[in-house]
């Protein structure tokens, strides 16, 4: 004989109506979980997008908040992240009209049903659940400050999302994530143009400074874009308004760090916007001094093209001119030279730009390293 189902979900998931049916009529357990996938009844019914067998249960006042288990591959979800995630306008409408919590975390990442619908781009969904008055600053995760639907639209490039959550008055301001970035920094690490002139237009702060970790200088977007080669993402700021001069917590601006990070069309960029080139760091030194004490002679040949003056000094005294000659490897040891020599960081610590401390972790943060599920864009 053919096995039987002992509960509703499992009857549910194996497609059998008619003992579904029956063991709703004999009042069996209508909040009972798969033990094949510890999905709840009306989680398994919303998966497939019955909404009659949804009503049933619901009509048999099948708890609309109760979570899948912890155990399951959808650990905490609701009947109302499925429908989300999948899509079904009208089993989101249903499942709202029975009380389900529109902000109520999933358990693995902490993410609410309409961040679901954001991280896929369902547009009616959305729009459907700012209608229903979904919190659109909740937090996704368990800390104070944790990633919102708009990062998430922001990370994945879900442009018509970001502009519906914005509509509906999302914080472009001070809703910082687990990294302390805004959703102004996400979009200008990633490149998404569209989304950074979104946000100054609706009044995010370009001056916002993200902190990496407790190790790192804090970074503005326009330094964030520098250290990840995104020349639109730049330039969109620069063009809404952005200070080209703004320092970050090591006291550098954004020319010496596209300079650091060989970034050649944002260097060009920033000099094009009137950046200045003799700007110093905290040791008095400009971008090309520091360029040249970075064996990085070709961002020095460029700023040196774009107007830096090559006699400015590092902290020894020595024109950049002169450590170029020296970081070229062309100079000979002779007498009288070795405080030029001395002047110049020890051969074991040069080298190309370096790609550690705040690139290595913004890196890590942007490929999915951070403990988040990031969609790709279509």
């Not at 290595?360 to 943060?365: D, H, K, M, P, V």
Request: with cysteine; aromatic share 2%.
């Amino acid at each position: 004989m053919p096995w039987e189902p002992r509960n509703i979900a499992e009857a549910i998931e194996d497609d059998d109506t008619h003992n579904v049916r029956l063991l709703l009529e004999q009042q069996h357990d209508v909040n009972a979980t798969s033990r094949v996938t510890c999905c709840t009844a009306l989680a398994c019914a919303v998966q497939s997008g019955r909404q009659e067998m949804v009503a049933s249960l619901l009509a048999a006042r099948a708890n609309a908040n109760l979570q899948d288990e912890d155990n399951g591959d959808s650990a905490g979800m609701t009947a109302l992240h499925h429908a989300a995630q999948n899509g079904w306008l009208e089993l989101v409408t249903l499942l709202a009209q029975h009380r389900a919590d529109l902000d109520m975390q999933e358990k693995q990442e902490g993410w609410t049903p309409l961040a679901l619908a954001v991280a896929d781009g369902r547009k009616e969904i959305i729009m459907e659940m700012v209608a229903l008055r979904a919190n659109v600053n909740a937090s996704c995760g368990s800390a104070p400050a944790s990633r919102n639907a708009l990062h998430i639209a922001t990370t994945n490039g879900r442009h018509e999302a970001a502009t519906l959550l914005v509509d509906a008055k999302a914080d472009v301001v001070s809703c910082f994530d687990e990294s302390g970035f805004t959703s102004l920094h996400l979009a200008a690490a990633n490149g998404r143009a569209n989304i950074v002139r979104l946000m100054m237009n609706a009044a995010a702060d370009p001056e916002s400074r993200a902190r990496l970790d407790d190790d790192e200088p804090a970074k503005t977007p326009l330094q964030l874009a520098a250290m990840c080669h995104e020349v639109e993402a730049a330039e969109a700021l620069l063009v809404c308004r952005a200070s080209v001069e703004t320092r970050d917590g090591n006291n550098c601006t954004a020319l010496m760090v596209a300079v650091e990070f060989e970034a050649t069309q944002i260097v060009r960029l920033l000099a094009s916007h009137r950046a200045d080139l003799e700007a110093q760091d905290t040791s008095g030194r400009t971008s090309l001094v520091r360029a040249c004490e970075e064996r990085l002679l070709d961002m020095a040949k460029l700023l040196i093209e774009v107007g830096s003056d090559a006699n400015a000094e590092n902290e020894s005294g020595t024109p950049a001119k002169d450590l170029m000659v020296v970081t070229s490897g062309r100079v000979k040891v002779m007498e009288g030279c070795s405080s030029l020599l001395a002047s110049c960081p020890p051969a074991d610590t040069q080298g190309p730009a370096r790609r550690i401390g705040p690139a290595s972790r913004l890196e890590a943060y942007l490929s999915g390293g951070q403990p988040v599920r990031l969609r790709e864009a279509a």
